[in-house]
């Protein structure tokens, strides 16, 4: 349990609920719910089926076979029916998961330190130059391991026509990020855009000191807004 953690810093570590905030948790557990829901569907729906067969076999002799057959014929559609609505139903259900999962990622960054992976991309978007562009990034440390102080760097913003948002325009808040042991933390990134800045899509990339493998697109937008 983490007893240093100060106020207001973004961080959630050592609360017992902090796995509610964790993206990946929650999308393994709502996978995993669908998986024992269609699990569970197919037993009702198998028994329904031996159900249906065993009342046709007793009802009928076997000379009678194909009267017994027919007189099941519309239980079996019904229970086929049945079959079909939940498994499509199930199916539904997975296909809106992933595209909410999907579209999570585009608009969110996070990075899981401990797994060396980095998972959507930053972006920051102003209404028009001489403000500042802000964005927000996620930092896990899922291990028992303290990490230590995390830095984030980035490099030099590129737009398509040649313009430059210079590295140091961009800013990290806090500087210095503490990762111990199960801990997550919020970090703000603020670019500050100056007067002269062209309006337009910057991109660039968001790099964590201390873990190559790990980065992040990084893009900006400035709009060209009335002062």
Known sequence: MVSDVEPNDGSIAGMPWASVFDPDNNFRAIGEIQDRGFRAARLVVDRLIKAVDDKAGAAA?????????????PGVDRVLATWQSMLDQLLRSIGETVRDRGSAETHSASVDLGAQRAYGHVEAIAARPGT???????LH???HADLGTIRLRASDLLAHDGGVIG????????EDIPMP??????VTIEVD???????GT???????????????ALGVTVGAGAA
């Open 167 to 174: 590295c140091a325009a961009v800013r990290f808040v806090p």
């Open 61 to 73: 002799p076997d000379s009678a076979a194909a009267g017994a057959a027919a007189d099941a014929g």
């Open 141 to 143: 440390n899922r291990g």
């Open 132 to 138: 500042t562009a802000t964005a927000e990034v996620w």
């Open 193 to 199: 855009l100056a007067v002269g800045v062209v309006p």
């Open 202 to 216: 910057y991109h660039g990339t968001l790099l964590v000191d201390g873990h190559a493998e790990v980065w992040l």
């Open 181 to 186: 042991p199960r801990s997550s933390r919020a």
